[in-house]
């Protein structure tokens, strides 16, 4: 019998994330501090539209880019709060999730042999979606002395005649590092330089705790190379909504929307109405839940202080990413140890990148109260390895 399976496919590793969220959901009492979740129900107002959307019977496709009311508001969204304007028309497109428009934006660029420099540690997503659109990914790793940033020589470091996009996942999963204008300037320097594209991945922008989140997209010379991703899954926590949306010029648009059309339709339609008011409600929502991170990220980052556990403090997303290095275990081995010994779940650094090593990453998208119970049983399992390290 033929080979039924693209070999490209085959070869694409699955995500990393998945097999221990999978293992601690048949662990009795155990603790999950693994997925990128909000704990927060979708609030209410939010819902209430979705749910009145079906009461009246909008349950129809709607167009390919999606509502045009929803459009509107994602313009009036941009423009308030990244300075930012796009035409609703023409620049728009709503996705299913973030994640959609990571791939439609690489297949209606990409050809192939075309480099995409991805940093990493980041998104399981990028990696995967570049070799599926038939792109060189280029690797660009970033460190843990630099709080996860890109810099300028860093990414010149790894420019070559063949390279066409940059993707820039930040504020960053799984670090949490932010970008500040700063940073982002002497990047779009490089960029307009060497005629290249960025693919900004903006989905955790409203949670920064540092300053307020700088698009690179609104840099003079920038917006006309920019694909601007961003959603609701995380701001809002509307994750099981599916719903995203992505942003760029014309010319790019016109062909990832073409794509959208034949592999997807359009966005489920009770999601789009309750979007919008999500957008023009969800404001406050919005600043409850990330004063709730915050408190939660400066708690772990206090426990870690006391436990003696290396971390850079990240300023961005709902992760953070100490360093297990001193216990000489790989990621994978310190976090499987960890989900047996002391039932709790958190994702190697691996899952990330190759470069990730000796890292773990923590979320704290969860309650203070499951927070302060899973630090306790960390604390409790690096002393035992402590122990064994001293007893050699």
């Not at 973030?98 to 192939?112: Q, T, V």
């Not at 719903?243 to 789009?272: D, R, W």
Request: with cysteine; proline share 5%; glycine share 6%.
């Amino acid at each position: 019998m033929r080979n039924p399976l693209s070999d490209k496919v085959v070869e694409i590793e699955p995500s990393g994330i998945r097999k221990f969220f999978d293992i601690v959901s048949e662990m009795k009492d155990a603790i999950s501090l693994g997925v990128g979740e909000p704990d927060f129900d979708t609030p209410w107002h939010i819902r209430d539209e979705g749910i009145y959307s079906l009461e009246r019977g909008k349950t129809f496709y709607t167009s390919n880019a999606g509502l045009m009311e929803l459009r509107k508001e994602i313009k009036a969204y941009l423009e308030r709060r990244v300075n930012v304007s796009y035409d609703p028309k023409k620049e728009i497109l709503i996705t299913v999730g973030g994640s959609e428009a990571i791939d439609l934006a690489l297949r209606a660029m990409i050809n192939p042999g075309d480099e995409v420099l991805i940093p990493q540690p980041s998104y399981v997503s990028y990696l995967p979606c570049a070799v599926l659109a038939d792109a060189v990914p280029v690797i660009i790793n970033l460190k843990e002395e630099n709080e996860f940033r890109l810099t300028k020589e860093e990414l010149l470091a790894h420019i070559t005649p063949k390279t066409k996009i940059l993707i820039l996942p930040f504020p960053n999963n799984p670090t949490g590092a932010i970008m500040e204008r700063k940073d982002l300037e002497e990047i779009a320097e490089v960029i307009i330089e060497h005629d290249l594209f960025v693919i900004s991945d903006e989905i955790y922008s409203e949670l920064t705790y540092k300053e307020d989140h700088v698009s690179i997209a609104s840099l003079p010379g920038m917006k006309e190379r920019t694909i601007l991703i961003n959603g609701f899954s995380k701001s809002y926590a509307m994750t099981g909504w599916r719903l995203g949306y992505v942003c760029a010029p014309h010319i790019i648009m016109e062909q990832m929307v073409k794509i959208h059309q034949f592999a997807i339709m359009c966005a489920p339609t009770n999601s789009q109405y309750a979007a919008v008011d999500a957008l023009k409600n969800g404001d406050e929502d919005v600043k409850v839940m990330r004063e709730a991170y915050n408190q939660r990220r400066r708690y772990l980052m206090h426990r870690f202080k006391e436990m003696g556990l290396q971390c850079f403090e990240p300023y961005g997303a709902f992760y953070v990413f100490p360093s297990i290095k001193e216990f000489g275990m790989t990621s994978d081995q310190f976090a499987t140890r960890f989900l047996e010994e002391e039932k709790v779940a958190v994702v190697p650094g691996t899952a990330f990148g190759a470069c990730g090593e000796g890292f773990l990453r923590i979320s704290y998208a969860y309650s203070l109260e499951n927070l302060k119970v899973a630090l306790e049983r960390l604390e409790r399992f690096i002393q035992k390895l402590r122990k064994e390290k001293e007893n050699g």
